[in-house]
């Protein structure tokens, strides 16, 4: 970023997040700024407000510094500034923010602030400021520590109980959240040779200091804070000895990215930019995912409170296959969440009188179902949300996702103690969810993935997902069995099945209806194809979706739809590829009705479109859907980085430029490169062996 635009700064603050998979932090400036949005957020550390869902609430925030010259405050609003520069290293996770800045009575400064939470020291975040006076002498006071006090779009949700400070080590903070479910340290030291003044707030502990500059002379200030909530046990809070340097640390982290890169980083020759944005999205995916915490998700929005950061079908369909190939550690902690969470949806299931789990739309800490009944407006009726009961394809894609990873990884522990069990109860639930009726059997009141569309009958990727897992139900138990003999009938005795049961499920997923047309359409829905068609350039150029422009009720009788639904299915789906019929019929019909409104869909066409052979169009798709957060093409970047997108660019490149996929369990390529890229290098896993890939248009 080389120029400051105060319009901008909400959506930059959350381009410029940084993370270390436990700690997370929001780009806003150190200073104060009328409008900011300052947020730290602790993965897995949900908190419950009176009478609300659990949300991840912001923790007392560490990068505040607050400096004045000649007793005028540093303020880049009031004085713009002579020069501006902010980097988001993503060699070593550091961002940095350059400023030149001269006051209306003071002489001219050189501003540096860097911050980092370092990767492989979870609790650890680092700041340090340095000041130079380049034409003057000035007095520089400047005021850093913790603050709890912060303003946020949500409920505050953390107390402090107890604050202390001894100059010799620094300060200490107890908090507890206003739940009571949670208490976090915060311990806290300032390294500077200024001499330091403790303010006793117990909402800001803070230390003062105030030094003369000559020309050209330098102050520094490193500040390093710790944190850790209880539930984390196995975290060392101790703080770095007292003179180790900012670089250390970052030399530090740099060797832990540099391993994450090794797999992560896709190399594109002929496009600089695609490949900067890949970068940024594997960057932004790795530094929010957790390491080794299973009671931690990575949720829908990163570096915002979009969505609480309750985790959604975006991370198994949209994350969790890139980190399959690339950092398959990450993405076995996802699955470990995943299962953690099977308690959590046998009780959906059992409130709505089934069977087996049905897992939550929105999923926190325990696994239970966090979206509301209805909605809150500040003005007019509350509306009523119906995709926390009746998006149940989330079932589906929690045990796909799962079967994508053990087909790659073959980690067959994972399969016979989670994944098996995963895929058996969602089967479970489908068996007491489908209907029967002359013509089959129907699963009716739902809602697909194309959201614009609510409580329709027969949605087509949700009932060829159902199909789909009551068929690998059967799999699975067959291939547990053959690893461990006994295993399989201990599982369905465990679950209240009996092998019988297991036929059944097959015979009923043969048996589930998909309605299809003359030329081999799908139909998304019952009735589908009798909707109102409309013709989506006659609305162009438009930055809101049409569900904006039109209204809910409108949009329930036309041909408009959110995102793929049935194309998604079918691209996820390839093995049943033969049956389901012509992927080009079904794109020629609905990707024009597609507006779009998703974050996730641009991506997903993407991907679709490579595959299908038109990597120019898949290209082009691919680079609006990289302007949502880099460019923020939607107009709502300030409410945090759009993980499913970050993840659909990813997974265009492995799977739709590059063409990765399996045959016969091992890996192939069908490549479709644009026109422009010369070449495609990138690394992935295959049961557990490190593998390297370069597609060339010359070999």
């Not at 380049?134 to 520590?145: A, K, M, Q, R, S």
Request: glycine share 8%.
């Amino acid at each position: 970023e080389d120029r400051y635009v105060p319009s901008q700064a909400s959506w930059r603050e959350a381009m410029f997040t940084i993370g270390n998979g436990y700690l997370m932090t929001r780009g806003a400036f150190e200073e104060p700024r009328v409008g900011e949005i300052r947020a730290t957020f602790i993965n897995g550390a949900f908190v419950t407000p009176p009478g609300e869902s659990q949300l991840l609430g912001a923790v007392p925030d560490w990068t505040g510094f607050r400096f004045a010259v000649d007793g005028e405050p540093f303020d880049i609003d009031r004085r713009r500034p002579a020069g501006y520069r902010r980097v988001l290293d993503m060699a070593d996770g550091s961002l940095t923010r350059t400023v030149l800045w001269r006051g209306a009575e003071t002489g001219t400064i050189r501003v540096a602030f860097r911050r980092l939470l370092p990767l492989g020291v979870p609790h650890l975040a680092v700041l340090e400021a340095t000041i130079e006076s380049l034409t003057d002498e000035i007095e520089v006071e400047f005021h850093t520590g913790v603050e709890a006090n912060i303003p946020s779009p949500t409920t505050p949700v953390w107390t402090p109980s107890e604050v202390g400070y001894d100059a010799s080590i620094g300060g200490s903070c107890r908090y507890h959240s206003i739940d009571d479910a949670h208490q976090m340290d915060v311990a806290w030291r300032v390294d500077t040779t200024a001499s330091l003044t403790y303010l006793d707030d117990p909402m800001q502990p803070s230390v003062r200091g105030v030094v003369s500059l000559a020309p050209g002379a330098i102050l520094k200030v490193t500040k390093f804070v710790g944190y850790k909530v209880a539930r984390n046990g196995e975290i060392n809070l101790a703080l770095p000895p007292v003179g180790t340097a900012f670089d250390d640390i970052a030399a530090a982290s740099r060797i832990a990215w540099t391993k994450r890169w090794a797999t992560a980083a896709i190399a594109i020759d002929g496009d600089a930019e695609a490949e900067q944005a890949l970068r940024f999205a594997a960057f932004q995916l790795i530094a929010a995912a957790p390491p080794t915490d299973s009671g931690a998700g990575i949720g829908a929005r990163l570096g915002g409170f979009g969505y609480h950061h309750h985790v959604f079908w975006d991370t198994d369909i949209f994350v969790a296959p890139f980190f399959t190939l690339t950092q398959p550690d990450l993405a076995r902690t996802h699955f470990a969440y995943r299962y953690r969470c099977l308690p959590g949806a046998r009780r959906k299931a059992a409130r709505y009188g089934r069977k087996g789990a049905f897992y939550a739309w929105e999923s926190a800490a325990t696994g239970d179902e966090m979206t509301p009944d209805w909605s809150k407006p500040l003005y007019g009726d509350p509306v009523r949300i119906w995709t926390g009961e009746l998006e149940e394809h989330i079932t589906a894609d929690v045990a796909w996702s799962a079967d994508h990873y053990w087909q790659w990884t073959g980690d067959d522990t994972f399969l016979c103690d989670e994944a098996a069990e995963i895929i058996l109860d969602g089967a479970q639930y489908w068996m007491s969810r489908l209907e029967e009726e002359d013509d089959g059997l129907h699963l009716q009141n739902v809602i697909g993935p194309d959201e614009y569309h609510l409580r329709v009958d027969d949605n087509f990727y949700t009932n060829l997902f159902a199909a789909w897992q009551l068929r690998k139900a059967g799999e699975v138990a067959r291939r547990i069995e053959t690893m461990s003999p006994g295993s399989s009938l201990r599982l369905l005795t465990r679950l209240g099945l009996q092998e019988d049961d297991l036929a059944e499920f097959a015979a009923a997923a043969d048996n589930v209806v998909l309605r299809r047309s003359r030329d081999g359409v799908w139909e998304q829905y019952a009735g589908f194809f009798n909707l109102a068609p409309v013709d989506l350039s006659a609305f162009e150029p438009r930055v809101h979706s049409m569900y904006d422009l039109l209204g809910e009720e409108r949009m329930q009788g036309t041909a408009v739809i959110k995102q793929p639904d049935v194309l998604m299915a079918m691209a996820l789906l390839p093995s049943e590829g033969d049956r389901i019929g012509s992927a080009d019929a079904n794109w020629k019909y609905y990707e024009p009705k597609a507006d779009h409104g998703s974050s996730l869909s641009l991506s997903f066409h993407a991907l679709l479109a490579a595959q299908m052979g038109e990597a120019d169009l898949g290209y082009r798709l691919f680079r609006r859907a990289a302007a949502i957060d880099l460019d923020d093409s939607m107009g709502n970047g300030s409410h945090g980085i759009h993980t499913a997108c970050q993840g659909g660019l990813l997974l265009t490149s492995l799977f739709g430029f590059a063409g990765l996929h399996l045959e016969d369990g091992r890996p192939a390529t069908s490549p479709r490169l644009p026109d422009h890229w010369r070449s495609i290098g990138l690394s992935f896993y295959h049961r557990g062996q490190i593998r390297s890939l370069e597609v060339s248009r010359d070999r």
